[in-house]
């Protein structure tokens, strides 16, 4: 049981309800079907979907380097890397959508390098299907899209595509794949118990799939991030999960590209080799303008990350083979390479583990049982959006104090409310903020604050230092 946006998935799927813009609808209905599993509870059932998403991601990677790369070593170097990421670890452990993306992107990188080979239009309908889909689990999958139509003419025989046929089919199983988002006028029409807000409509839905209200409000704001944001999130990303002495074992070999027998071996793939560092390039820099400062966006990163690490390993093996023909001794310099790569990752689980390990995640609980007890018959609890979820969860899905009314309100206009729920003459008003809460006057703080986890950022992160606003605290309203 989680609180803010993860709070909200976990109570959606639960219900088969419809959470927070834009909604995610196929997360949704895969979380909800993922509630059926025989053990475990609700909230932990969802969690599983992220779980089995990054597993399917890791398992990716190692296709995807192993076809291209036709090298076992590098493909495992590459999986292990983006496995061992401390932010793909950490958000394969709680409820969210964010690492279906990258998932998704290897997969289409494995059609693309099919579509390559083999020229077969199938492969690019296939992808038409699981790209609307992708859209439909989680939107921010198109700003990979202009990447993916590039390599369909750059990589392959796209005189196929063009063809009326071939283009209306694709077009046809792309809008097959956007036509899940139906389920949420669909389902907002039965009125669940979880329902964020009404998407009755054509324009209702526009807006809901596009953030647009939150846009506007500033809740959710475009916000190109400065030098010191993209720093920092970038140093989230990555230096969390790795020593930064992996990163010179990434990005050391590079240097192996200026010998010219090297050049020479990869000239048969290097127009493909090309257009992934420059697709992984321009799908960053898409990420960085359009979703600023939102580091779960970031995610991606890990995986064009992963990917030239195995690439990199490939070099140090090219390299061996080129200056160290030495049968007798021809695999030693694969088996101390991959010793020396997956020491490094194996020494940095202990850094990582602190920021993954969610065991002691129990705020959210902690704090909803806190305040279903405090509060009377009949209340009316005021509650920002690092609280809401995970209280709508306890009440809506394991049905905990059905008699209270729980009202979202935005972070710094709770009193705005105030005049509707005195209209009903509650028993009691209470607020549940998060803290820092400067705006207290008129009211009193009841017990102490609870850390609550949020979007794989761990309890741990509280005892690190990390500032998070995710730490919330009860006031009654006299």
């Known amino acids: 049981m989680l609180g803010h946006d993860s709070g909200d998935w976990q109570a959606a799927g639960a219900t088969l309800g419809i959470s927070h813009s834009p909604g995610s609808p196929l997360y949704t209905i895969i979380s909800w079907l993922f509630t059926h599993i025989p053990f475990g509870t609700e909230a932990a059932r969802v969690n599983l979907v992220s779980a089995v998403v990054g597993a399917a991601g890791v398992v990716a990677v190692f296709i995807f380097v192993i076809m291209l790369l036709d090298r076992w070593l590098p493909a495992l170097i590459s999986a292990a890397t983006l496995g061992l990421g401390g932010q793909w670890w950490a958000h394969a452990s709680v409820a969210q959508p964010y690492n279906a993306v990258?998932?998704?992107?290897?997969?289409?990188?494995?059609?693309?390098?099919?579509?390559?080979?083999?020229?077969?239009?199938?492969?690019?309908?296939?992808?038409?299907?699981?790209?609307?889909?992708?859209?439909?689990?989680?939107?921010s999958l198109l700003y990979f899209t202009p990447v993916l139509a590039a390599g369909l003419f750059v990589l392959g025989p796209w005189r196929k595509v063009i063809r009326l046929k071939p283009m209306l089919i694709a077009l046809l199983l792309l809008g097959l794949g956007l036509a899940i988002y139906a389920y949420l006028p669909l389902r907002s029409f039965m009125n669940p118990s979880v329902r964020y807000q009404p998407v009755d409509s054509v324009s209702s839905l526009c807006r809901f799939?596009?953030?647009?209200?939150?846009?506007?409000?500033?809740?959710?704001?475009?916000?190109?991030?400065?030098?010191?944001?993209?720093?920092?999130?970038?140093?989230?990303?990555?230096?969390?999960?790795?020593?930064?002495?992996y990163a010179f074992l990434v990005f050391g070999p590079a240097i192996t590209l200026l010998y010219p027998a090297v050049l020479k071996r990869l000239r048969p793939s290097s127009r493909l080799l090309l257009f992934l560092l420059i697709g992984a390039v321009a799908h960053m820099t898409i990420v960085f303008i359009i979703s600023g400062i939102y580091v779960q966006?970031?995610?991606?990163?890990?995986?064009?990350?992963?990917?030239?690490?195995?690439?990199?390993?490939?070099?140090?093996?090219?390299?061996?083979?080129?200056?160290?023909?030495?049968?007798r001794f021809k695999q030693l310099p694969v088996l101390v390479t991959g010793a020396i790569y997956f020491t490094v990752l194996a020494l940095g689980i202990p850094g990582i583990w602190p920021f993954v390990n969610h065991h002691n995640d129990r705020g959210m609980r902690q704090y909803g049982n806190w305040v279903f007890s405090q509060a009377k018959t009949g209340a009316v609890i005021l509650a920002n959006w690092d609280a809401y979820p995970g209280l709508v969860y306890g009440q809506k899905v394991e049905g905990q104090r059905p008699d209270l009314k729980l009202v979202s309100v935005p972070p710094e206009t709770w009193r705005d409310y105030l005049p509707a729920a005195l209209s009903g003459n509650p028993s009691q008003i209470l607020l549940a903020r998060s803290l820092p809460f400067d705006d207290r006057e008129g009211t009193s703080e009841i017990g102490s604050w609870y850390f609550v986890s949020i979007k794989g950022r761990t309890y741990q992160d509280q005892l690190h230092g990390f500032p998070n606003p995710a730490a919330v605290q009860l006031f009654e309203v006299p």
């Open 209 to 245: 799939v596009t953030v647009s209200e939150a846009r506007s409000t500033g809740t959710f704001a475009t916000r190109i991030p400065g030098e010191e944001q993209l720093k920092e999130r970038l140093t989230e990303v990555i230096r969390k999960g790795y020593f930064p002495s």
């Open 297 to 327: 966006y970031y995610l991606p990163v890990l995986l064009s990350f992963s990917i030239w690490a195995g690439f990199s390993v490939y070099l140090v093996m090219t390299v061996a083979d080129i200056y160290l023909d030495i049968p």
């Open 102 to 139: 990258p998932t998704i992107i290897a997969v289409l990188l494995i059609m693309l390098l099919l579509w390559q080979r083999r020229g077969d239009v199938r492969v690019v309908w296939c992808g038409a299907l699981l790209t609307g889909a992708g859209l439909a689990y989680h939107p």
